[in-house]
């Protein structure tokens, strides 16, 4: 059986994160939130997950400073 996407909400905002993971997770979707910048990152960079929702003003590092890091970096694959 396949594993269920996973997927990391980025929202410092609780009642948006919240309502994310419950639809996402409603559709068969596996999800984690993160309320901060910094912390996402250094989850992100982890690679455990198959996609990120990211917010563009967080508290730590900022969702635009996030992808332009991240997109500096070579391609990470999960098998």
Not at 21 to 47: C, D, K, P, S, V
Not at 51 to 59: A, G, I, N
């Amino acid at each position: 059986m396949d594993k269920p996407t996973r997927i990391l909400i980025v929202e410092d905002e609780r009642r948006i994160a919240r309502f994310l993971q419950i639809e996402l997770e409603h559709e068969g979707f596996e999800t984690e939130i993160e309320e901060n910048g910094t912390r996402a990152y250094e989850r992100i960079m982890q690679g455990n997950f198959d996609l990120v929702l990211l917010d563009v003003m967080l508290p730590g590092m900022d969702g635009m400073t996030i992808c332009s890091t991240r997109k500096k970096l070579p391609c990470m694959m999960r098998s």
